[in-house]
Structures are given as C-alpha cells and as structure tokens.
C-alpha cells in the first residue's frame, strides 16, 4: 500500500498552513534523512531526494532554518526527475536542539516534529532519579511530551519498586517498564504511535535504545529503514532511515544527534522541573535567592529538616549552574555577533554589558 501523508503524520492543522504553499504548486513532505545536504523526503508520491532552494538557505539563520530529519517541507518537484528544491521548512510543533560541535555556542538542531520522547533508562543498574530530572529538562524544553521508559525489566525481581522509584523523579511523566528481551510491556508503546505520531529516543548508552527501535520496527526495519541502492560510482550501497514509518502505523526518529543531547535553553526549564523547589523559594527572605549561601534559604532549611532530598537538592544546583552558564556564554555570543556587524546602538550595547555583567555575577 503506497503511503499517505497521513501515515506520515500530517493533520488538518498543517494541511490548513500548507494552503499557500500547494496553491503555488508545492509538494508537501517530511525529510527521512539528511546526507551531505542532500535530503530523502517522503510525499504522497514517493520518496524524492530534494536540496535545499538556495532562497531558504539565504533566509537560513545560522543553522536554525534549515531541514532536520523529521521536518515537513515544501517541496518544488522536478517535473523531469532532477532533484526536488526545498521551498520552506514547515513550523515545527517541536525540535530537539544541541550545542553544535566546537567551541562555538551554537544551537543546532537534530529532528523535529517529535510528539513523544522515549526517555529510556536499563534496569541493570539503580533507577537514577538525578538522571531522569535531567533528561526530562531536556525534554520538557523540546515541546515533545516525555515518557520515562525502564528497559530490561527481565533483570529486577521488584519492577514495581522501581517504577516507584522513578516515578517519585518523574513528576507527571509517564513511567513504562519493559522488556526487549523477553517482549514484556512492549504494547504499552502503541497508544505513542497512533495515527501516526512520532516518536523518538533518548538516554543513557547501553539503556536498550536500539533494541527497542528494532523491537518497535521489527522486520520493516529492513523493509523500508534500509534500501539497497546504486551509488554515483556503481556501488551497492545500503541507505538507513532516520526517520523510519512502521507498518503498524506511527513513526520512529533514530539519529546519532538524538544521542548526544546536552542542555542548551536558557529558559527556566529547571524551574519547570523542580517546582517543588520554586515553591519553597518563594519562601526565601532574598527574592534572587540562589539557594547557596544566602541566610533565611527556605530551600536549604527544608534539607536540614528533611522535607527536601539532599541528592534533588544538589542535583538542581548543578543544573541551575549549567542553565546559567549557557545563558552567559549565548549572551557574550550574541555581543560579539552585534559588535561584529556594526548593526548596535551604544544604548542597546550598554543594555546587553550589563544583562552580562548580571549573568556573570549569577553563576
Ligand atoms: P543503546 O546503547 O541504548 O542503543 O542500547 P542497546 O540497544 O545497544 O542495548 C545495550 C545492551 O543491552 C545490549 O547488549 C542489549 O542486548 C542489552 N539489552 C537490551 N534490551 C535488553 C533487555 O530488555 N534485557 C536485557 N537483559 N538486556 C537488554
Ligand atoms: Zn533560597
């Protein structure tokens, strides 16, 4: 059966926004995976290798505007069969980003369009709640909803105690235990997949991800993640997906970026994920408490009295300083870049000295 754009994930919400583009003769599709600027994007009439129209990368702001796997673009489809030109990146209803490589503090990002990130830890060591505060801080800022999953069940005898475990760290997220090995609560990722949601993985190495792509795609891994192809030089050469479609319906994104998140917004996700711990500070005797040092800390009293976990506490002090020194470094980032086009006021450049100078005072 050919694919609709349905099974790809598309809605009447996009299919509204895409009235424009499709007036103008433009193909709606969803990028399955990026090669050397080359994009393979997925359409109602089949797969097209398409690159990006070269107005879009002008408008390209660094790294922000362009495609990532799991992105819907519109397509101009080359009635002669030459590559497809990318006219627009759809809106993106979520995006995983990551510093990019190097020195340079530049976000980039990896997939989008993520409804659900599978945030998956292996039963064979202690559930570590520290761990799935800050995977969940990365999620929660994405837009994808988290789900904590604890792989490898078929090594505990107690799974019950540690689904307590890691629900008492996972606040409202849902916790899943499961078992790729022996297929134990595996079916509890199918209401994940349902008309034809996204899902995507991350988490510690040697948690399971994998197994659970491969348990998830099962057969139609090799049927529609990996097609043999004919390179440029004449060679068989296997091509894998990174977004791949099941044939029971949803999709799966698996790329290596997905593997090496690190916290990169500068909102107040940490916040987000310690409330309890924003509602104690409201209690501080300082309004920018930082819950160190400061005398009259109704964060820290509630650890000596026991009413706050020594190791939650702690952990949101690291977090709390990973968060601003993101933000310090974005801030001197974003002088530089002023200074260096000439563009900036000397009223805008004293507002941005000093939002730096208060950052560097908070971390
Ligand atoms: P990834 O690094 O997160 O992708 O993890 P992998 O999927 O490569 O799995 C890491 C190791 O854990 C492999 O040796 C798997 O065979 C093993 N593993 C995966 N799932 C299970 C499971 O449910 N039970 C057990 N006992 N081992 C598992
Ligand atoms: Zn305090």
């Given at each position: 059966?050919?694919?609709?754009?349905?099974d790809?994930?598309?809605s009447a919400?996009?299919?509204?926004?895409f009235?424009?583009p499709?007036?103008?003769?433009?193909?709606?599709?969803?990028?399955?995976?990026?090669?050397?600027?080359?994009?393979?994007?997925?359409?109602a009439?089949g797969?097209?290798?398409a690159?990006?129209?070269?107005?879009?990368?002008?408008?390209?702001?660094g790294?922000h505007?362009?495609?990532?796997?799991?992105?819907?673009?519109?397509?101009?489809?080359?009635p002669?069969?030459?590559?497809?030109?990318i006219?627009?990146?759809l809106?993106?209803?979520?995006s995983?980003?990551r510093?990019?490589?190097?020195?340079?503090?530049?976000?980039?990002?990896?997939a989008?369009?993520?409804?659900?990130?599978?945030?998956?830890?292996?039963?064979d060591?202690?559930?570590?709640?520290?761990?799935i505060?800050?995977?969940?801080?990365?999620?929660r800022?994405?837009?994808?909803?988290?789900?904590i999953?604890?792989?490898k069940?078929?090594?505990?005898?107690?799974?019950?105690?540690a689904?307590d475990?890691?629900?008492?760290?996972?606040?409202?997220?849902?916790?899943?235990?499961?078992?790729?090995?022996?297929?134990?609560g595996?079916?509890?990722?199918?209401?994940?997949?349902?008309?034809?949601a996204?899902?995507?993985?991350?988490?510690?190495?040697g948690?399971g991800?994998?197994?659970?792509v491969?348990?998830?795609?099962?057969?139609?891994?090799?049927?529609?993640?990996?097609?043999?192809?004919?390179?440029?030089?004449?060679?068989?050469?296997s091509v894998?997906r990174?977004?791949?479609?099941r044939?029971?319906?949803?999709?799966?994104?698996?790329?290596?970026?997905?593997?090496?998140?690190?916290?990169?917004?500068?909102?107040?996700?940490?916040?987000?994920?310690?409330a309890?711990?924003?509602?104690?500070?409201?209690?501080c005797?300082?309004?920018?408490?930082?819950?160190d040092?400061?005398?009259?800390?109704?964060?820290?009293?509630?650890?000596?009295?026991?009413?706050?976990?020594?190791?939650r506490y702690?952990?949101?002090?690291?977090?709390?300083?990973?968060?601003?020194?993101t933000?310090?470094?974005?801030?001197?980032r974003?002088?530089?870049?002023?200074?260096?086009?000439?563009?900036?006021?000397?009223?805008?450049?004293k507002?941005?000295q000093?939002?730096?100078?208060?950052?560097?005072?908070?971390?």
């Open positions: 059966m050919p694919i609709t754009l349905a790809l994930g598309w919400a996009r299919e509204r926004a009235a424009d499709a007036a103008a003769g433009l193909v709606a599709g969803r990028v399955v995976l990026e090669h050397n600027h080359v994009y393979r994007v997925l359409t009439a797969e097209q290798l690159e990006v129209a070269g107005r879009v990368k002008h408008l390209a702001e790294r505007a362009l495609p990532v796997v799991g992105d819907w673009v519109a397509l101009r489809v080359d002669l069969g030459a590559r497809s030109q006219r627009e990146v809106p993106r209803t979520s995983f980003s510093k990019a490589a190097g020195r340079e503090t530049e976000e980039q990002i990896v989008a369009n993520i409804d659900t990130v599978l945030i998956v830890f292996g039963l060591v202690p559930v570590n709640a520290n761990a505060e800050r995977y969940l801080v990365v999620a800022r994405s837009g994808a909803a988290p789900v999953v604890l792989n069940a078929d090594l505990v005898d107690d799974v019950d105690a689904v475990d890691a629900r008492r760290a996972a606040a409202d997220a849902p916790v899943l235990a499961v078992s790729t090995r022996t297929g134990h595996m079916e509890a990722f199918e209401p994940y997949l349902r008309g034809g996204t899902v995507a993985l991350i988490g510690p190495s948690a991800k994998s197994s659970i491969n348990r998830l795609v099962g057969r139609e891994l090799l049927a529609t993640g990996e097609v043999r192809e004919w390179d440029a030089r004449g060679r068989h050469t894998h990174q977004l791949v479609v044939e029971g319906g949803g999709l799966v994104i698996d790329t290596p970026g997905m593997r090496e998140l690190q916290l990169w917004h500068t909102d107040d996700v940490v916040g987000e994920t310690f309890d711990i924003a509602d104690l500070a409201a209690s005797r300082f309004r920018d408490c930082l819950h040092t400061e005398p009259g800390c109704a964060v820290k009293a509630a650890v000596e009295a026991g009413d706050l976990d020594a190791g702690a952990n949101y002090l690291k977090l709390q300083g990973e968060q601003a020194e933000s310090k470094r974005r801030s001197e974003a002088l530089a870049d002023a200074k260096r086009i000439g563009k900036i006021g000397s009223k805008a450049l507002a941005l000093r939002e730096r100078q208060r950052q560097g005072r908070d971390s």
